[in-house]
């Protein structure tokens, strides 16, 4: 049985396709369309899931969409109603476009799916609806090792939920409690993410990354006027001081005051207040969350975690939840936002509708996240051409270690190799990587490649048997998920003059013997590396490892500000010859920067969007 999974309409849309409950393939449509975070039905990924699982759309025995439209707008309706008058402008401008379209939203997904796939098949009959936190939490639950697990889901907002628990075991998954809106910490963190002059669904990445720069002198100031926290970890907004429940802004006049200050102008200089308006926000956000987990093993008494929804993105307060031993273990759905709610739902349609018996895999079954299209020779190889790029084909051992030369040689190598990745993060198919140790590689990297802001940090990718080696954490995280400090023996003597430096002036102090990885606050997020997913990164990690003796490289997306993660040779092709990449590693082919003499190069360096 193939079933069909599908998120569309508000950010992140995506498709995946299961066969008897197996994850064949899944990818957000950004990454087809390059209009990043997507929220257009999904068609370009469902025809590329279809052909990767290779069937017809009359084999497609359902079609699981992540949330349910009716109670979205039973929720939009009651909340106008329960603020009004407020929002009024907002509701008049709302509520055509809800009538005319998002209202009839089976309608317009039974149309979307006849011109995708095939107009001959009564889609309405095979069409199923699961509401938007079951979604992330079948996500969750279902592709993670455990047999028995409790399951929690925070984000902005599904149709009513915000966050919610669940508890899954076999192949049942039932919801116990639930925050509904407009109570939400997910909105919470986008309010402070607009404040501090950030794009909401997108800059909460920025937040997380500037937090270590500032103190959490506004913690307080949060906990006492805008969140009321109980010992349970539920908690309750003071709506008084946030617009987004109408529709008008994140935040209001009452926020400016309390904050002494509007919100800081996009793109502006970033000051201290920002970095601890960030690291307040943080601060609060790691606090609710730890607060909920332990309410959560303390009425459960359950050994395993599984978490979902956009907060769970939120890599330093995963790691907290780790180092603070809340529970045995954790497992972490990386394509945890709304794109993952494709994935979730599907699941859900197999074990919940068609009561499927589920079997838990040894250690998970997303396959790495490697779910997403890949090339072959002769396709790279027509893509070259076209682009009238000089490159070199290199047989496998050849290839490995002048990839690895060059990042001994502080090189920045786009590397484009296999199946990408399903979620956010670039996990050794879709990524630029290179050498940790060198001093000036963030700045590099951050100003120079992907045109973005300096302080922004970036993960390593460590050979698994060696994090314990480099890392105050042993375990796995595949999936870039989770944040832990540099050991304390792999860290520098840092001065007392430097220490007391302001703000992004710490960004060129090196902090240890890897200072492209090592944020200020000693932190990296890690992914852990082994052969089992994806061999062809780990040997080239481990070639590098015998010529320098540092088991890891640095590892960020293989896209520009603004757009998303490359997918095609094409894009890979276009992304190296618009930046300062120095090579690119695509398949068996090699492409040096100085060697594309003859090529017409449009560069991204004042071509980007923001973010």
């Known amino acids: 049985m193939y079933i069909l999974g599908i998120s ?47 069937i017809s759309p009359s084999e497609i025995s359902a079609v699981a969409y992540y949330e349910k439209p009716f109670l979205k ?9 329960a603020f009004a008058p407020r929002g009024f402008k907002s509701f008049l401008s709302a509520m055509p476009l809800w009538i005319k379209e998002k ?19 009564d889609w309405g009959k095979r069409l199923l609806f699961f509401e938007h936190h079951l979604s992330h939490a079948g996500s969750a639950f279902y592709p993670s090792p455990f047999d028995d697990a409790a399951v929690l889901t925070i984000d902005g907002v599904g149709e009513w939920t915000t966050t919610s628990w669940a508890i899954g075991s076999g192949s049942s998954l039932n919801v116990e409690k639930e925050i509904h809106f407009p109570h939400s910490l997910g909105l919470l963190y986008s ?115 599984c978490l979902a929804g956009g ?12 180092r603070e031993k809340v529970f045995e273990n954790i497992w972490i759905q990386p394509a945890a936002g709304d794109a993952g709610g494709a994935l979730g739902a599907a699941l859900c349609a197999w074990h919940l509708h068609f009561k499927m018996k589920r079997v838990s895999p040894a250690k998970d079954m997303m396959r790495g996240s490697y779910l997403g299209p890949d090339f072959n020779d002769e396709e790279i190889i027509k893509q070259l051409e076209e682009s009238g790029a000089t490159y070199h084909r290199l047989d496998d051992d050849v290839f490995i270690d002048t990839v690895a030369h060059a990042l001994a040689n502080d090189q920045a190598v786009g590397w484009m190799q296999g199946r990408m990745e399903f979620g956010p993060r670039a996990l050794g198919a879709r990524s630029i990587i290179a050498n940790p140790q060198a001093p000036g590689m963030q700045k590099k990297l951050n100003l120079k490649v992907k045109y973005r802001e300096s302080f922004r940090p970036f993960a390593p ?29 792999k860290r520098l003597q840092v001065s007392a003059i430097e220490d007391a430096l302001f703000g992004i002036d710490k960004l060129n102090v090196p902090r240890s013997k890897v200072p492209a990885i090592t944020h200020v606050d000693y932190s990296a997020r890690i992914q852990t590396v082994d052969g089992e997913t994806n061999s062809r990164y780990r040997d080239l990690i481990a070639k590098f490892y015998k010529k320098t003796n540092i088991p890891m490289l640095v590892n960020t997306s293989f896209n520009v500000r603004g757009e998303p993660i490359v997918c095609s040779p094409a894009d890979a092709i276009k992304c190296f010859l618009g930046t300062e990449l120095d090579m690119l590693a695509i398949g068996n082919f090699i492409l040096y920067k100085d060697e594309q003499v003859n090529v017409s190069i449009a560069k991204y360096e004042h071509n980007y969007e923001l973010d």
């Open 311 to 322: 907060v769970a993105l939120n890599c330093v307060a995963n790691g907290r939840l780790v």
């Open 191 to 305: 309010a402070f993410t607009y404040y501090t002059g950030f794009k909401v669904n997108s800059g909460e990445y920025k937040v997380m990354g500037l937090a270590p720069y500032g103190k959490p002198k506004y913690a307080n100031l949060i906990m006492e006027n805008l969140l009321h926290v109980a010992d349970d970890g539920s908690y309750q907004l003071d709506m008084t001081y946030f617009d987004y429940a109408t529709g008008l802004t994140m935040t209001n006049n009452k926020f400016n005051e309390l904050f002494d200050a509007p919100p800081r102008t996009p793109e502006s200089p970033l000051t201290q207040r920002e970095m601890d308006l960030a690291a307040s926000i943080q601060d609060v956000t790691e606090t609710v969350v730890l607060r909920i987990a332990k309410n959560i093993a303390k009425e459960t008494g359950k050994k395993n975690l």
């Open 8 to 54: 569309a309409f508000y950010h992140d849309s995506a498709a995946c396709i299961l066969k008897d409950g197996q994850i064949l393939a899944a990818a957000q449509e950004e990454r087809f369309t390059r209009t990043k975070h997507d929220a257009s039905f999904p068609s370009l990924a469902i025809q590329y899931c279809l052909r990767e699982a290779g």
């Open 73 to 81: 707008f039973e929720r939009l309706l009651e909340t106008y109603l």
């Open 461 to 489: 990718s460590v050979l698994r048997e060696h994090v314990a080696d480099w890392f105050e954490f042993d375990g796995d995280s595949p999936y870039m998920m989770l944040v832990a400090e540099v050991a304390k023996d």
């Open 103 to 121: 209202l009839f939203q089976k309608e317009i997904l039974i149309k979307e799916l006849s011109q995708t796939l095939d107009t001959s098949v």
